[in-house]
């Protein structure tokens, strides 16, 4: 079935260091893939997304490419902030549901944490 | 977008009793989700509510001890049913809408 392998956590940096948090699925067909973020505290908040293969998705300076041919989607950022201390989930859609998003595929999720 | 409003947002309940649920949502939406979350772990579909019809259900997870209602477009609850300590964790539920899935805040359940 389909799945989703997150890096494990938790991962600490420095303010303005490079940020991957590797992300690789397994599904059949052409999921859509997801990162979402959750702060402390917080729920669950879509970061980025990408529909098809080679898309990129970005926002906030994240930044993820659907890679068909590896079967990735690592997220990355050039220069983290404190504020960007949460937990990131990777995650595909399945599309079973009559063609809507529907089910959701979670990995299991990479704390970062950003010192001063 | 679509503003997700979940009550309780954490409770402490004793071994077999019982806990609802609830989650609002501002716009009508076809399909709801609930999803579990262990502690350490990620989320878990545990069922899909479509108004007008019976949820369904993810291997694992039965209608008796997760009951689910969806009386409208903008509304749904989730029972947990005699609880024991494993069903600590976080429930939420979700919505699509946009080719988005939005989230709510999460209910944080702690069985002693």
């Known amino acids: 079935g389909n799945s989703v392998t997150q890096m494990e956590g938790p991962v600490t940096l420095s303010e303005e260091a490079f940020l991957t948090i590797n992300c690789t699925y397994t599904?059949?067909?052409?999921?859509?893939l997801f990162w979402y973020v959750q702060y402390p505290g917080e729920g669950l908040q879509l970061l980025l997304k990408?529909?098809?293969?080679?898309d990129k998705g970005s926002n906030k300076g994240f930044e993820a490419t659907y890679r068909k041919e590896t079967t990735s989607f690592h997220l990355e950022k050039g220069s983290v902030q404190v504020s960007d201390s949460a937990v990131y989930f990777c995650?595909?859609?399945?599309?079973?549901?009559?063609?809507?998003?529907?089910?959701?595929?979670f990995g299991k999720g990479t704390k970062l944490s950003v010192k001063p | 977008s679509a503003v997700i409003s979940q009550k309780p947002s954490r409770d402490i309940c004793q071994r077999g009793t019982s806990l609802t649920i609830q989650c609002q949502v501002d716009?009508?939406?076809?399909?709801m989700f609930w999803y579990r979350q262990q502690p350490g772990q990620s989320l878990t579909l545990i069922a899909t509510?479509?108004?007008?019809?019976?949820?369904?259900?993810e291997s694992g997870f039965v209608i008796d001890k997760f009951p689910i209602s969806r009386p409208n477009l903008t509304f749904s609850t989730l029972t947990v049913s005699n609880m024991s300590p494993e069903d600590s964790s976080i429930y939420l539920c979700?919505?699509?809408?946009?080719?988005?899935?939005?989230f709510g805040q999460g209910t944080r359940l702690t069985v002693v």
């Open positions: 995650a595909l859609s399945d599309r079973s549901y009559g063609g809507s998003q529907g089910n959701l595929i």
């Open positions: 716009s009508q939406v076809t399909m």
């Open positions: 509510a479509n108004q007008g019809s019976e949820a369904t259900y």
């Open positions: 990408a529909t098809k293969a080679d």
């Open positions: 599904a059949t067909g052409y999921p859509s």
């Open positions: 979700s919505v699509e809408t946009g080719a988005v899935t939005f």
